[in-house]
Nanobody, 127 residues
Framework: QVELEESGGGLVQAGDSLTLSCTVS????????LGWFRQAPGREREFLAA????????YYADSVKGRFTISRDNAKNLLYLRMNNLKAEDTAVYYC????????????????????WGQGTQVTVAS
């Protein structure tokens, strides 16, 4: 079992930056892949970024590549998502997730490939 808890969400203005954090606990060594998704009202859960345990080049959704940066601190069991130049359409609940399987390529983007999820943190971007 892996427990995930997001923090750092809130209300920001368009153009601002925000960093989300995810605390990973429990069987942390089994968290081979850590990732971020988001879900806006009335929309499906959307993949954003994923990082493997050995911090090999992270994988990003095309929609956020260049604006969002994922990073992890394995020593502190923390995962981060740095979001720059936020837009109103980035408003959503942001979720941290983990997988016990080493995925590659497009497999990162499928929410069904992840085993554990946090409760989410709300990010609201005012235009």
């Amino acid at each position: 079992q892996v427990e995930l808890e997001e923090s750092g969400g809130g209300l920001v203005q368009a153009g601002d930056s925000l960093t989300l954090s995810c605390t990973v606990s429990g069987r942390t060594l089994s968290a081979i892949v850590l990732g971020w998704f988001r879900q806006a009202p009335g929309r499906e859960r959307e993949f954003l970024a994923a990082s493997t345990w050995n911090n090999v080049v992270p994988y990003y959704a095309d929609s956020v590549k260049g604006r969002f940066t994922i990073s992890r601190d394995n020593a502190k069991n923390l995962l981060y998502l740095r979001m720059n130049n936020l837009k109103a359409e980035d408003t959503a609940v942001y979720y941290c997730t983990s997988s016990t399987t080493y995925w590659t390529g497009r497999s990162f983007e499928m929410p069904q490939n992840y085993d554990f999820w946090g409760q989410g943190t709300q990010v609201t971007v005012a235009s």
